[in-house]
């Protein structure tokens, strides 16, 4: 495979930024009011999105160590939007779940995501979108 040109790695830098930042932008907007924090969002998102976890599971899947899981955790705990649950299969470990209250957050949040990944597969042909998600793919897999 050839290599990019400098010129492209200078344009797919800044086109990186500028999606990031409207991105973030965009989440901001959507949690702005809810009384629930991004990273706290995120969880949710998680979690709802992938059934109850471990502790450790999901630190992973956040990119963040236990410890700091932990004080988001107890945050939403208290927020009864999670519950700390023995895990069935090894009960030295916890699992972390959504509550009813969770469930609904997740449920609105996604539906704002589902939106917006409408709004942009609708921007594309059809075969663009199919070759965009599997572009996506490739890239998350070198992070």
Known sequence: MEEPAMDQ???LTRLLIEFYERFSSWE???VKGTGITLPQMHT???LGSSGNLRMKELAEKMGV???SLTVLVDRLVRA???ERR???LDRRSIQ???TPEGKKHFALHHNLHTRLSEDIAGALAPEEATHFLDMLRRII???
């Open 9 to 11: 790695i200078e344009d």
């Open 96 to 98: 972390v779940g959504l």
């Open 44 to 46: 949710l998102e998680i």
């Open 28 to 30: 901001q907007g959507v």
């Open 86 to 88: 023995p895990n069935e």
């Open 65 to 67: 160590t236990t410890g």
């Open 141 to 143: 897999t070198h992070f």
């Open 80 to 82: 009864r939007l999670v």
